[in-house]
């Protein structure tokens, strides 16, 4: 998994518990007291039956395939009814009367568990032991002090952080019925999979989602899937997945205007990344590092007008097959151009003087020719030039003494002639 250090961090620890109630979706109010009437009221509390017969009903009421879900006692979604009937039964005592229920978010959480803890996967090294950490799940405790569950102050689940758990088998579709969910990070766990390409279809129901990391799993689909619709998607990283052996599909990112880090490396894709995607104004973090195109030449000559808020192109070891384009000088508020060993060719083009945002230039272990454009002496914040292992002719220019945040500069393994100007001695 290449490493990602301007891409955000995100914390695996619950939001603060909310103080509303130890259920906030479920209210328990006092018995009646009699009536001064004539006729006094009655007041009949729950029983065990009668809880079950409710939560029954509520939770049929969103059940995803009509109930037939529940005609196998042992389905994972047997198992989460009979956790939440349990649970909500512990919540009775005498004296309090349920007035209303609204269980889904316990049932859609109790389905993704039973679904992924120690389930059986297609792998057949992968071990069937549990989550590396459940601290809190499956017990009658608040759902929001559960390991890696995030929840908003009403205590609505907002959030699963659960990266490198070793969450096994086939995610729940039930994941969709968290319908405050916005940001789901599963990272890193390897052997958690979707049902072929209808298993990802509960990422089209995710209204509210903001950052999606699958990054690392066994998610998979023919190429890049065009499930992604909602405006307010900010991250998302489908990198090192089964989501390949297919096209990258511009209706993949049709609306996503509010895209800010789009990682889709180390996968193998049959089409080039589309040059004709809607424009992506907010996305600021490409990350295409160990990606393959199916032997397509990248063309980047589009990244300027798509992408116009880019501060960080990452594309190491991947197949680009292209030359960097004259368009590539409009970049002007990239920071971060890292492309080595990604099979680029032809020459720098002298339009990168413009680039006076750049502070890593990165084309070394590739077959760029031409000499250094003089230009190059204009990118004054360029902190790290790393140039080595090309077909690079001529002379070094003197211009490079110029480049007064210069800390690292990497030319060799080139076809360089004449001596290093005294220039860059006067670097520091």
């Known amino acids: ?23 906030p979706s479920i209210t328990l109010v006092p018995s009646a007291t009699p009536s001064v009437s004539s006729v006094p009221s009655v007041t009949i509390e729950p029983t065990s039956d009668t809880v079950a017969d409710g939560v029954t009903l509520r939770i049929s009421e969103v059940a995803l395939q009509g109930g037939n879900e529940f005609i196998n006692p042992n389905s994972v979604q047997s198992q989460a009814l009979d956790y939440v009937i349990r649970y909500v039964n512990s919540l009775m005592f005498p004296g309090r009367r349920l007035q209303g229920i609204n ?55 907002v959030g699963l952080i659960m990266p490198d758990n070793n969450m096994l088998g086939v995610l729940a579709q039930e994941i969709q019925l ?144 292209t030359s960097l384009p004259t368009e590539i000088g409009l970049l002007v508020s990239l920071r971060i151009m890292s492309m080595p060993s990604s099979l680029l060719t032809g020459s720098i083009p002298t339009e990168i003087g413009a680039m006076i945002a750049l502070e890593e230039l990165d084309l070394s272990f590739n077959l760029v020719n031409g000499s250094i454009p003089v230009e190059i002496g204009q990118m004054i914040s360029l902190k790290r030039l790393r140039l080595e292992s090309n077909a690079i002719t001529g002379t070094i220019p003197t211009e490079i003494g110029l480049l007064v945040a210069l800390e690292e500069l990497r030319l060799g393994f080139n076809l360089l002639l004449g001596s290093i100007p005294t220039e860059i001695g006067l670097l520091t």
């Open 178 to 321: 968290l319908n405050s969910l916005e940001n789901v990070v599963f990272t890193d766990n390897c052997y958690l999979s979707s049902h072929g390409d209808a298993g990802l279809d509960w990422i089209t129901k995710m209204s509210n989602l903001k950052q999606l990391f699958v990054d690392g799993t066994d998610f998979g689909y023919d190429g890049v899937p065009a499930l992604f619709s909602q405006t307010q998607l900010e991250y998302l990283d489908i990198s090192h997945t089964l989501m390949q052996d297919g096209p990258i599909r511009k209706e993949a990112f049709a609306g996503l205007t509010g895209l800010i880090s789009l990682a889709l490396g180390e996968n193998a894709y049959t089409t080039a990344f589309p040059t004709d995607i809607d424009v992506l104004l907010s996305l600021t973090d490409i990350f295409l590092n160990s990606a393959t195109f199916g032997g397509n030449p990248q063309d980047l000559s589009f990244l300027a007008a798509k992408m116009p808020a880019l501060t960080n192109l990452q594309a190491g070891d991947s197949e680009l097959s």
């Open 103 to 157: 269980v889904v978010e316990y049932y859609a959480l109790a389905c993704i568990y039973f679904s992924t803890y120690a389930a059986p996967s297609r792998h057949p090294r992968s071990e069937m032991t549990g989550w590396f950490d459940s601290t809190g799940w499956i017990t009658f405790s608040d759902k929001c002090g559960w390991f890696g569950v995030v929840c908003n102050d009403g205590g609505d689940v």
């Open 1 to 23: 998994q290449p490493s990602k250090s301007d891409a955000p961090s995100i914390s695996a620890s619950p939001s603060e518990q909310p103080s509303v109630s130890l259920f």
